[in-house]
């Protein structure tokens, strides 16, 4: 089975396992959408959300000095909305209704996390290209990162 179709087929039996779960994304921490289950609900937003309130929380976890961040939960009047992290690169978001057994919920999405996060991180990377190659054959994932780092400063007000 490719990672594709077990990433979907994981989705598909978290929310048939627990009924509160209203849909599910997996995305990569650039926010990226690596498989969905979320009618009604776009996807690629959500996706997007949750990378940068992943950014925000592994920086609070980092400044607070109190580990390595977990899961990111967000409850509204009408539900839930929890990130976890999945593998090295990727998130799983679960958009639930209101739950009364939430740790219930984060066990079992704890779970499929770790077993989506194994499977995304066992395909094999792509190679880093040289930075002398022909530009056909560099991608943005394959480009050499730059190492100066430029600030911005304010122009003058008049």
Do not use: C, K, N
């Amino acid at each position: 089975m490719d990672v594709d179709t077990m990433v979907g087929t994981e989705l598909l039996r978290l929310r048939r396992r627990r009924p509160e779960v209203a849909g599910a994304v997996l995305a990569g921490t650039d926010g990226l959408v690596i498989g969905s289950d979320l009618p009604g609900t776009d996807a690629t937003h959500l996706a997007a959300l949750a990378a940068a309130g992943f950014g925000v929380a592994s920086r609070v976890a980092a400044t607070a000095r109190r580990g390595a961040f977990q899961e990111a939960l967000v409850r509204t009047a009408g539900g839930t909305v929890v990130t976890y992290p999945a593998g090295r690169d990727a998130l799983l978001t679960l958009v639930a209704d209101t739950t009364d057994d939430l740790e219930g919920l984060h066990a079992e999405a704890r779970e499929v996390a770790h077993r989506a996060g194994s499977a995304l991180d066992a395909r094999p990377r792509p190679a880093t290209a040289d930075a002398h190659a022909p530009l056909a054959h560099l991608t943005p994932r394959t480009l050499p990162r730059r190492t100066t780092h430029h600030t911005w400063r304010r122009p003058p007000i008049r």
